[in-house]
Nanobody, 114 residues
Framework: QVQLVESGGGLVQPGGSLRLSCAAS????????MAWYRQAPGKQRELVAS???????EYADSVKGRFTISRDNAKNMVDLQMNSLKAEDTAVYYC????????WGQGTQVTVSS
């Protein structure tokens, strides 16, 4: 049974930082591309950052220079370090694993507000 479990969301002030984590089980983690998506109220889900099994990363323009995605293949985990957070980063953040099929986590809420 495949499981992706996100953690680390919460309420943070503008300019602050949060680190999201996604723990994967039930998959051969190192071959999966991993990604973080987010969905704000009334908006479509959008790609935030992705990382291949070999460590190649990509970022949405809106988060470049502020967010960093990383993975630990030994621990089956992928993290998203978010710095200089803005109100527009408020969303539910989802972890996705993709190879021949896709798996999604349940999401974790990030709220950036003073």
């Amino acid at each position: 049974q495949v499981q992706l479990v996100e953690s680390g969301g919460g309420l943070v002030q503008p300019g602050g930082s949060l680190r999201l984590s996604c723990a994967a089980s039930g998959i051969f983690f190192r071959i999966y591309a991993m990604a973080w998506y987010r969905q704000a109220p009334g908006k479509q889900r959008e790609l935030v950052a992705s990382i291949t099994g070999g460590g190649t990363t990509e970022y949405a323009d809106s988060v470049k220079g502020r967010f960093t995605i990383s993975r630990d293949n030994a621990k089956n985990m992928v993290d998203l370090q978010m710095n200089s957070l803005k109100a527009e980063d408020t969303a539910v953040y989802y972890c996705k694993a993709a190879w021949r099929t896709e798996y999604w986590g349940q999401g974790t809420q990030v709220t950036v507000s003073s």
